[in-house]
């Protein structure tokens, strides 16, 4: 029988109280996964005092429900990118992801959990022949704006992946992460410099500015602060009904046993991303996709697995990579996913400034969550940030 609690978070784990009664800081976040955390960092670099709460704990919802990739870029591919937003845009969402990629490294380091982070890279997989033009093309933009990536022919694709009419695209700066343990053990560093995390308290309704500030409430407590910032990505629009363009979407992942032998060297991207496969350090296989094949039924804030999406990645891992191991977790987490698709970053309109907001990933949040912190945090401290426009703004 497999468990239904995700990989990431299927160890010993001591929650933190929940808030009751009322406290105040200059800053309230609401949501404690990488965007929050990311954020409440910034502003205690900036002197502010911050109350992070969660509905449930650190590193529960998105954060610690996903495939546990740590990649570069948007959500589509950068060619797609370029076509999308226009080159100039695009370049600089890449470059800015590069950026935060080698920025968070350096706080895993400083914060013990750089050993959470395996950087092996990344393999986008064609997996026919119409794809296989599709990652040329991939290619052929990221050498075009001078960003790293070489083409992988099908001789030399990873053992179980090689075939006829396939090409990989490989991207030296990506890899995977353990999300839980880095993401709680940045917590846990922060409250050492006087952050206030709550955890169970779910927020009952929109941050309501009240006179020269702003007002958070839970069930059992508030907080008054200066500014609030509601850090959620699959569960955006319901603290910011502005947000109503990123929708809830719910994917699927499961993870065996410990193979016992190497089966991929790298994380893989396969079918224009559908399907994401990894080797955990302690190897097992940590598998997700198939989110069109669950239809509308994906549409969904509720993070119940699906039989048939988790009977087709079960016939993947077999048939796809020849791993036999029994499955020990199924789980789905919750996204959030924008028909654009372009995160959502800044103010909260009909709050003065005084509310802001960030998520809605399109499915790559991990760094991206890591670049909106940043334009976040800088409009809350100066009221003006220089990478304002790499995203929509929050009723776009």
């Known amino acids: 029988m497999s468990s239904q609690v ?88 890449h470059r800015a992801t590069l950026d935060a990629q080698r920025e968070m490294l350096e706080v895993a380091e400083a ?95 929109p941050p309501v500015v009240d006179g020269d500030g702003v007002r958070v409430e839970t069930a059992a407590g508030v907080v ?10 699959g569960d955006l629009a319901a603290l910011v009904p502005s947000a109503a363009a990123v929708r809830p979407r719910r994917l699927n992942m499961l993870a065996t046993a410990p193979v016992g032998r190497t089966v991929l060297p790298c994380p893989v991207y396969a079918r224009h991303g559908h399907e994401y496969v990894h080797q955990t350090a302690d190897g097992r296989i940590a598998l997700g996709g198939f989110s069109d094949l669950d239809g509308d039924a994906s549409w969904t804030s509720q993070p119940e697995v699906s039989a048939p999406v988790q009977a087709r990645l079960d016939r993947w891992l077999l048939e796809e990579l020849q791993v036999r191991a029994p499955v020990t977790h199924r789980w789905a987490g919750v996204v959030g996913f924008a028909g654009d698709p372009v995160p959502r970053c800044g103010p909260v309109p009909g709050t003065d400034g005084r509310v802001l907001a960030l998520g809605g990933y399109n499915g790559t949040g991990h760094v991206q969550a890591w670049v909106a912190s940043r334009v976040v945090a800088d409009l809350v401290v100066s009221g003006r940030s220089t990478a304002a426009g790499l995203y929509e703004a929050v009723d776009a």
Do not use: K
């Open 224 to 233: 008054r602060c200066g500014r609030a910032v509601v850090a959620m990505d």
């Open 111 to 205: 914060v013990g959990a750089r050993g959470h982070f395996r950087l092996d890279g990344m393999l986008r997989l064609a997996v026919d022949e119409a794809e296989a033009d599709d990652v040329r093309a991939h290619a052929a933009a990221l050498a075009e704006d001078g960003f790293p990536g070489h083409l992988v022919p099908a001789d030399d694709l990873p053992g179980p992946l090689a075939r006829p009419g396939r090409a990989g695209l490989f991207l030296p700066h990506d890899g995977s992460v353990h999300p839980v343990r880095w993401l709680r053990a940045l917590a846990g560093v922060l409250e050492a410099r006087g952050a206030r995390v709550f955890e169970r308290s779910p927020v009952t309704g």
């Open 6 to 93: 995700p990989l990431w978070q299927d160890e010993p784990y001591r929650p933190r109280p929940s808030l009751e009664g009322e406290v105040r800081a200059d800053v309230c976040v609401v949501g404690a996964g990488v965007g929050g955390l990311a954020t409440a960092r910034r502003l205690l670099d900036a002197g502010l005092s911050v109350v992070l709460l969660d509905g449930h704990e650190v590193a529960s919802g998105a954060s610690g429900r996903n495939g546990g990739f740590f990649i570069a870029g948007a959500a589509p591919m950068y060619h797609d990118t370029r076509h999308l937003w226009g080159r100039e845009r695009a370049v600089a969402i």
